[in-house]
Nanobody, 121 residues
Framework: QVQLVESGGGLVQPGGSLRLSCAAS????????MGWFRQAPGKQRELVAT???????NYVDSVKGRITISRDNAKNTVYLQMNSLKPEDTAVYYC???????????????WGQGTQVTVSS
């Protein structure tokens, strides 16, 4: 089975920084794109950033210039470096990965359990 485990969330003051990590483990053959989403109370889950195996990135406009996504393919891990955090960044952050568990098998998206990020003074 496959697991995605996030870490690095917490409470930070406005203007502060956090680095989230998400490690994929288990019976993994290969991983294509990985990404981070977030869900604030009373709102729908929204895309934050994605990154392909080759390192191409995509960001939602509201985080451009403040948040950077990266990955370590050897470790099956994706990171989210968040700087200049704002109260509106407060949400549960989820990672996902588009992967397959065997050669020529179907691609499927797996999700982590989420990590809380709270930006408050």
């Amino acid at each position: 089975q496959v697991q995605l485990v996030e870490s690095g969330g917490g409470l930070v003051q406005p203007g502060g920084s956090l680095r989230l990590s998400c490690a994929a483990s288990g019976s993994i053959f290969s991983i294509n794109a990985m990404g981070w989403f977030r869900q604030a109370p009373g709102k729908q889950r929204e895309l934050v950033a994605t990154i392909t195996y080759g390192g191409s990135t995509n960001y939602v406009d509201s985080v451009k210039g403040r948040i950077t996504i990266s990955r370590d393919n050897a470790k099956n891990t994706v990171y989210l470096q968040m700087n200049s955090l704002k109260p509106e960044d407060t949400a549960v952050y989820y990672c996902n990965a588009d992967l397959r568990v065997r050669e020529y098998g179907p691609w499927r998206i797996y999700w982590g359990q989420g990590t809380q990020v709270t930006v408050s003074s």
